[in-house]
Nanobody
Framework: EVRLVESGGGFVQPGGSLRLSCVTS????????MNWVRQAPGKGLEWVSS????????YYAESMKGRFTISRDNSENTINLQMSNLKPEDTAVYYC?????????WGQGTQVTVSS
């Protein structure tokens, strides 16, 4: 059974930082892309960043470049998202996602709130 469990969300003031983690289990990573996707209040899903497990290739949405850093820990089967210089518009539920064997799997999400 594929499982994705996010953690690390919380409340932070503008300019602050948070580190999100996604612990994965139930599948082999190989060439799969692990993704962070977010959903702001009243809005649709927005892709944030991806990392290709084997190659380590990394991709970011334009508005996250320079502020967010995605990484993986092979030994812990975990991907992380280090977020800095957070802005109120980064407020959202952040989800970990993988498309594995033609099925999209999602974690339960972790809330990030950026407010003064």
């Amino acid at each position: 059974e594929v499982r994705l469990v996010e953690s690390g969300g919380g409340f932070v003031q503008p300019g602050g930082s948070l580190r999100l983690s996604c612990v994965t289990s139930g599948f082999t990573f190989d060439d799969y892309a692990m993704n962070w996707v977010r959903q702001a209040p009243g809005k649709g899903l927005e892709w944030v960043s991806s990392i290709i497990w084997n190659s380590g290739d990394i991709y970011y949405a334009e508005s996250m470049k320079g502020r967010f850093t995605i990484s993986r820990d092979n030994s812990e089967n975990t991907i992380n998202l280090q977020m800095s210089n957070l802005k109120p518009e980064d407020t959202a539920v952040y989800y970990c996602n993988v498309l594995y064997r033609r099925t999209n799997y999602w974690g339960q999400g972790t809330q990030v709130t950026v407010s003064s």
